[in-house]
């Protein structure tokens, strides 16, 4: 596993100096990370993560412009906090929560962060998984994805199968879908 870096300090640089392709670059990489960190550890909606880090990132920018920027090696945890607070604003502006004084000092919990990451991370790989099934296979278990409470009955009145049939089909496909997962999840 690569490390990441935390040193930005050639991004102010380079937008002090104007260096547009290092800046553009710089930025490239790390506008992913930021939004990411909006996604994991405060539990945003991609869309918002984005509109918030871009938000934020004008803000550093024209303290980058004003040179207000007095150790530019902590550029990186300046556009975390500034990101972070921008998200606060936004879920406030949103009423996405309701606001509390302790709601402002909570943060998901590491645990939660991971399995905010581990959720994610198996959606997508079923996600590869369902679209390895053949059509009629992918059709046929979307069915019960979508409808979870499904019954057999309903499943062969959908489905034009005896209720065997689609009890077979079913556990095959889930058989197949449960060691498509496992192969891919230990890739």
Same mark, same amino acid.
């Given at each position: 596993?690569?490390?990441?870096?935390?040193?930005?300090?050639?991004?102010?640089?380079?937008?002090?100096?104007?260096?547009?392709?290092?800046?553009?670059?710089?930025?490239?990489?790390?506008?992913?990370?930021?939004?990411?960190?909006?996604?994991?550890?405060?539990?945003?909606?991609?869309?918002?993560?984005?509109?918030?880090?871009? %938000?934020?990132? !004008?803000?550093?920018?024209?303290?980058?412009? /004003? $040179?207000?920027? *007095?150790?530019?090696?902590?550029? @990186?945890?300046?556009?975390?906090?500034?990101?972070?607070?921008?998200?606060?604003?936004?879920?406030?502006?949103?009423?996405?929560?309701?606001?509390?004084?302790?709601?402002?000092?909570?943060?998901?919990?590491?645990?939660?962060?991971?399995?905010?990451?581990?959720?994610?991370?198996? %959606?997508?790989? !079923?996600?590869?998984?369902?679209?390895?099934? /053949? $059509?009629?296979? *992918?059709?046929?278990?979307?069915? @019960?994805?979508?409808?979870?409470?499904?019954?057999?009955?309903?499943?062969?009145?959908?489905?034009?199968?005896?209720?065997?049939?689609?009890?077979?089909?079913?556990?095959?496909?889930?058989?197949?879908?449960?060691?498509?997962?496992?192969?891919?999840?230990?890739?």
């Amino acid at each position: 596993m690569t490390k990441s870096r935390v040193d930005y300090s050639e991004l102010v640089d380079a937008l002090q100096q104007g260096d547009e392709s290092k800046s553009g670059d710089l930025i490239n990489e790390i506008m992913p990370r930021l939004e990411d960190y909006l996604v994991v550890v405060m539990n945003a909606e991609r869309n918002a993560a984005r509109e918030c880090v871009q %938000q934020a990132f !004008l803000d550093v920018f024209e303290q980058i412009k /004003k $040179d207000n920027i *007095k150790e530019s090696k902590y550029i @990186f945890s300046y556009l975390i906090k500034s990101c972070r607070h921008e998200y606060l604003r936004y879920s406030k502006r949103e009423h996405k929560f309701k606001y509390e004084e302790e709601a402002l000092n909570v943060l998901y919990e590491p645990e939660q962060q991971f399995q905010n990451l581990l959720d994610k991370e198996r %959606q997508r790989i !079923l996600e590869e998984c369902l679209n390895e099934l /053949k $059509d009629k296979s *992918k059709k046929f278990i979307e069915y @019960f994805i979508d409808k979870p409470d499904a019954s057999t009955d309903e499943a062969t009145e959908e489905f034009g199968l005896s209720s065997a049939n689609v009890r077979t089909r079913k556990s095959r496909i889930l058989s197949r879908l449960h060691h498509c997962y496992k192969r891919k999840s230990n890739e």
